[in-house]
Each structure stands twice: as C-alpha cells, then as structure tokens.
C-alpha cells in the first residue's frame, strides 16, 4: 500500500521537524511506533513520521514526536491510490516532509506533505455505502476494537455477530463491551445471549457513569497501544472515551426515548491519547454495517458451527433436512441457537454476493478504455 514521491527539498531546512533524540523515539513510541514502521521508513531517509489523527477534508491532523501537524496529501498521491481505501485514514503513519520554513495553519501547526502512506498492520473495514462494493477503511493501525452495544432497549446480538466477524477480518483483537449496565434490569439472560456468540472474546460489562467495570478497560489502553471504539449511535462509545481521557472531549447526548436509539453526537473519526501513553479512537455511530470479509473469516468467526458441521454425515450437509446432521442434532438439543444458524447462512449469502460483485467490478476496471 506504501505510496511514495520525492521527499520535499525543504526537508534539510527545517531541523525542528527533523531532530532525533531518546525522546523523540520515546514521544513516537508512545504514538504507536515500533520495528514495523521502522523498517518502512528505513527505506524513506530526511522523512518526518507522523500519525493520522483525524482526516478533515482536504487536510489531515497528525500527531508527531515534536507535537501536532497539519498535512497536505499531493495530488501524484491521491492519484497512485487505487481506491478510496489506499488513502490515509485516522490511525495511519505517514512520513511527511515540511513544505516551505514558516508556513503554518490558522492555529499555528506547522503544514507538512505528506509523502508517503505507511502498509498497515491492521485496519478495519466495511462496505462502503451505495451501489458500489469498495471498501472503506474504519480506522487503521488498531491493536484491540471494542465491541459497544448498549445494556438498554438498543441490546442487539445480531449486530454484535456483525461487528464480531468484521473484527476478526481486521488483524485487531475484539474485545465486546456491555454498555449501560447501570440502565439494565435483566443482565443474565442478555450476558447469557453475548457469551454463547462470542467465541470467547473478552466480555466487559461496564458503566461510565458510575464506573462499574471501567478500570478493566484500562488495561487494554497501555503505552504504545491503540483501542478503537465501535458501535452503533447511543451506545456509549463518546462517554466511555470520555471516561479513559479524564475528561470531556467529546460531546455526548441522550438516547430517544422508545427505542433508545442515540443521535449521532460524534461526526468524525478522531485519535486521542491518553496520558498512560495508550491510543483511543472514537467513531460515529454505524447503523448500517455491511460485511467486508472472506470465507476464512466468516469460518472463524462461526467455529461453532464450523466444528459441528465437521461431524456431519455428508461433507456437503446444508443443515436442513440431511439425516445425522450434527448442526440440526445440536439445536434440536438446545446446544445451539437457530438464530445463530439464521445469522451465519445469512453472512455467507452477503460474502458470496460481495465476492462475485468484487470480481465482476474488477474485471470492468480492466477493461480497455473504448476510443
């Protein structure tokens, strides 16, 4: 994915930007670095690496060694993406080179290039809205994902399954967060529901407004560590971030009375660091969640029903109507939910039509332009 240019001339004027020192490495560290990034940038000398905070339009917000900068991506850069998923997005490195001594935005952050686009180590995607099947990145570089969904009327498994195989696409560790427990009158039987879809994913059962459950949050955002926060809106995603920071940096509003679905109070995808050294991301809420994985993926994330399926009669059982069929044995029994059968044929439906729509829209790329 490494996208690369000239480094800018200016580079050599600009020695703020460019001093290495213990701390320096340290401050970068802190951001996330290590050996992965490193030997990239080996390969990329007089750069200046940085982290995607927040992408805003035509800019991008980075955090370096030597504080905040505002980037400028080039146009020979936009245009050597192949998509939209090329592109940086918030949890990216990028190595940047200063463009002209002084130049600086309204607030006074100095104004970089950047240069080149870091391979990521993890990334989390989905389906991009609309007609077409291109993915879109979430977040990248993410080293756990919290899996948020409410204690409140807004509990839904099904969306946790959703989020759950999506996570496991990304490289990152899922971590599924009950939210709200403060606001919850029947926590068993809805703990109960989670603990038979997780595949043993980490379960916390939290509230940031009284606390409960919340300092076992913490050991997941250490030094050098990335957590992002995902979920649909309404379900606590702003306030347990809020929460982790110390302080209110992001706004927070109630839920809808009825159905307890939130409004939208975070707009943009944003990194934060903690002062333990550890990264959040927080994101807006994602009411529409379209699967963007493979068929390797979508096994894992079911090694329920993957194991099951293994002891069938026949090697092709569809889990219907075939004698000894070790799936329909086990939710005869109670041992598994049909409502996980359901979800699961139910994602390989949208994996098959995402693959067969991806090679179809690929081969027409590659079709010679018509004179």
């Keep these: 994915m490494a996208q690369s240019g000239e480094p800018n001339c200016a580079a050599s004027r600009e020695p703020s930007l460019l001093s290495v020192s213990a701390s320096t490495q340290d401050n970068l560290e802190r951001l996330g670095w ?15 690496p940085a982290r995607v905070s927040r992408p805003d339009l035509n800019r991008y917000h980075l955090l370096s060694a030597t504080g905040p900068l505002v980037g400028l991506l080039p146009g020979r850069a936009r245009s050597a993406g192949q998509s939209k998923a090329d592109l940086p997005t918030v949890g990216d490195w990028v190595l940047v080179s200063p463009i002209e001594e002084g130049q600086e935005d309204a607030d006074a952050v100095p104004t970089v290039l950047i240069e080149v686009t870091l391979n990521r180590k993890s990334k989390f995607s989905r389906k991009e809205a609309g007609e077409r099947y291109d993915e879109q990145v979430v977040a990248a570089n993410i080293d756990t994902v919290f899996l948020v969904t409410g204690l409140d009327d807004n509990f839904n498994v099904k969306r946790i399954e959703r989020y ?6 990304s490289g990152a560790s899922p971590v599924i967060v009950l939210s709200k427990v403060d606001l919850c009158e029947n926590l068993p039987p809805r703990l109960d529901k989670v603990e038979k879809i997780a595949m043993k994913t980490p379960i916390h059962v939290v509230s940031a407004t009284n606390g409960q459950g919340m300092e076992g949050l913490r050991e997941y955002v250490t030094r050098g560590k990335t957590v992002a926060l995902l979920g649909s809106s309404g379900v606590g995603k702003s306030t347990i971030t809020n929460y ?27 990194l934060c660091q903690l002062d333990s050294g550890g990264m959040l991301i927080d994101t807006p809420g994602m009411r529409e969640i379209q699967i963007w994985a493979d068929q390797e993926t ?74």
């Design 164 to 169: 759950l195989l999506l996570a496991w696409t």
């Design 298 to 371: 979508l096994t894992a994330s079911f090694s329920d029903i993957a194991d099951l399926a293994l002891t069938c009669k026949f090697n092709d059982c569809q889990h219907q109507t075939e004698p000894h069929c070790a799936v329909s044995n086990a939710i005869a029994a109670g041992d598994l939910p049909q409502a996980r059968l359901d979800t699961f044929r139910k994602f390989k439906a949208e994996l098959a039509i995402l693959t067969a729509r991806n090679s179809n829209q690929n081969k027409a790329s590659k079709r010679p332009a018509k004179k």
């Design 244 to 270: 982790l920071l110390g302080h209110d940096h992001f706004d927070t509003g109630a839920v809808r009375e009825g159905d307890s679905r939130g409004r939208h109070t975070t707009t943009f995808r944003e």
């Design 34 to 48: 290590d050996t992965f990034f490193s030997a990239q940038a080996a390969d990329h000398p007089g750069l200046i």
